[in-house]
């Protein structure tokens, strides 16, 4: 039996266009015309009033509105480590990496060191006293938005990230305060 | 001409053009439109996700922090210290002189860009496929692509750098004379002056300038300008911010550069992905994140998932079925009764493109190592995407309800991925629906 050849598809002809002869002209111009638009887009919608606090300072005596990122372990986690007392706050270990009080429970006035959610380091105490954070917390990492007033600035201190971990000390100036009024957004 | 006139005429050419749309949308069979309402819907959805809410957050993410600082550099006439380049940081600077030295001015430039990167895939698809219908198709897949819109959301080179890339292959595809290559060859060295990668666009914009023969061949030695256009840019930048700008400091400058790229193989990164780990998702990065509360926002350059993987299906499966038609004659016949020769043309062109934009990465794997990163991967996708609209439009005309379903399903992925595109307030549970595996989450 000879081979019998498939049919093979029928062939669906393209029509080729050349590309028009302006084509760069009418790139160069619709990305112009594109960015200007965009700029009064923007211009329109006040991004000076949303966008341009990012100067915004910290002074010493000032109390200042802080969004914290936290996980729930973090109570048992952060620790700072200093023998001086700031306006009634303290560490919760001394300089030689002994407990403050004998235990290294953390309470209202026990400094704890945290980062903001634009990455600024501080220390805060009072936070785990707040109403907010004292039913269960959410398994996955969270924000804490708190008043915070600055009552020193530290740097002969330590700073630990997790109860296993060695004390290290930090290589900047350290803004301490107190910690209030702590909400977690919803 | 009084001005009465001229608004009479321009309403008179808006009724026409509008008058011709809708014969043009009757006229279509009712899969196509569908085609046409996807694609729109692509496109107009992918320009919201870029510009809705880009200034947020409001402090630098990923690779944002050097990138932007020394873009300020520029702007203020200190010297840049990163190690790339400089246009991409000179023009994120002018986004910085508009609007400021904040988050929505060093994000302006690259998203300007972004939208550029649309319109850009549009002209190269029709450029190269010589069909309005991939144009429109190559301009949906990439406004629809998280890979594309996260890029777009940031103060990073890379989105930049595509866009010139891209600009350099539109202007190739549409030389007719030795000055429209002189045009490519500008537009190849910017986007060589924005990463040095961008240099590789060279080699698929001289394949195309000789493949299409719509110029001499021998008009592809313009292309020689890239490099020279890649010093002045250099020079010009060394200049502005006080450093030696003569050409044999500016080699020095950019050899000691070279050399500290070679030497990155030494370097730890969780973040890395080696380049055999790109086209199948092993780790692509979130590259904007930011919590409040209990919610996060992500900003994934994870793709859409059918896009993607029909794009790495077709990188093996092109250049495998070429071979085999090329050498078994008899199956020469069902093949172009798929994909015409244009079309099969055009396909291969932008596998060149590809092809080009991952050698760098094979030929210094020796000295990287695994120091590499799933964005390198982001000029060869563009190409990638191209190449499947130009092919999904040839077969959009036999296969109509087929590719009407296709492109209906790349949107419904896209939808459903467009909350860790666009950087939506949500759980990290919901986020985790989307970004299944921890390789995929930040």
Known sequence: MADKQPEAPAVVASVQEPPPRNVLLYTVFGFLCMGIALWLVFAWSGYKEKYSQLTEGWHLGGTKMLEITLIREDRKNLACASDRIFAGTHCGYYANGQPFGGSGEVDANTLQPFNTIKNELFLGAGLWASPALAGNLPADRFTVVCNYRVVAVGKSLALRWSPSGAFNPVDQSVAIGTLADCVIPQ | ?442
């Open chain 2, 1 to 442: 001409m009084t001005f009465a006139g001229a608004t009479d005429r321009i309403a008179i050419a808006t009724r026409t053009k509008y008058t011709q749309l809708r014969q043009v949308w009757w006229a279509m069979p009712g899969p196509q439109r569908w085609v046409t309402a996807f694609i729109f819907v692509m496109i107009g959805g992918g320009a919201i996700l870029r510009i809705q809410g880009l200034a947020w957050p409001t402090w630098f993410t990923f690779d944002e922090e050097p990138f932007v600082r020394n873009a300020y550099n520029y702007a203020v006439g200190l010297p840049d210290i990163n190690d790339h380049a400089p246009l991409a940081k000179q023009l994120i600077a002018v986004g910085m002189l508009l609007f400021g030295y904040n988050s929505l001015g060093w994000r302006f430039i690259p998203l300007l860009f972004g939208l550029q990167t649309v319109c850009l895939a549009y002209w190269l698809g029709r450029s190269v496929f010589g069909n309005q219908r991939a144009g429109w198709m190559a301009a949906a897949f990439v406004a629809a692509d998280g890979f594309f819109i996260s890029y777009s959301r940031s103060g990073l080179l890379d989105g930049i750098m595509i866009s010139f890339m891209l600009w350099g292959m539109v202007a190739a595809f549409s030389a007719r004379t030795w000055r429209g290559v002189i045009a490519a060859g500008v537009l190849i060295g910017f986007s060589a002056s924005c990463k040095w990668s961008g240099a590789m666009t060279a080699i698929p914009a001289a394949v195309a300038i000789l493949v299409m023969r719509r110029v001499s061949i021998f008009s592809v030695l313009w292309l020689g300008i890239v490099p020279i256009v890649h010093i002045l840019i250099w020079m010009g930048a060394l200049r502005l911010t006080g450093k030696p700008s003569d050409p044999v400091s500016t080699w020095k400058v950019m050899v000691g550069l070279y050399k500290h790229h070679l030497d990155l193989g030494h370097y730890k990164n969780e973040l890395t992905s080696p380049w055999y780990g790109w086209p199948i998702l092993m780790h692509p990065i979130v590259i904007k994140l930011s919590t409040s509360g209990l919610h996060s926002r992500y900003s994934s350059s994870l793709g859409n998932l059918l896009l993607w993987f029909s794009t790495t299906g077709l990188v093996i499966a092109l250049p495998v079925t070429t071979a085999v038609v090329v050498l078994r004659t008899r199956l020469r016949r069902y093949w172009t009764g798929l994909l015409d020769g244009p079309t099969t043309r055009g396909a291969l062109l932008m596998l060149v493109g590809w092809f080009a934009y991952m050698a760098p990465w094979l030929a210094t794997r020796s000295t990287r190592g695994n120091y590499t990163f799933s964005h390198y991967y982001l000029p060869c996708y563009a190409f990638l995407l191209v190449m499947l609209a130009g092919m999904a439009a040839h077969l959009e005309r036999k296969y109509p309800r087929f590719i009407a379903v296709y492109i209906g399903l790349a949107l419904v992925i896209s939808l459903y991925y467009a909350p860790v595109w666009g950087e939506f307030a949500m759980t990290a549970s919901a986020a985790h629906h989307r970004l299944w595996f921890p390789t995929w989450r930040p």
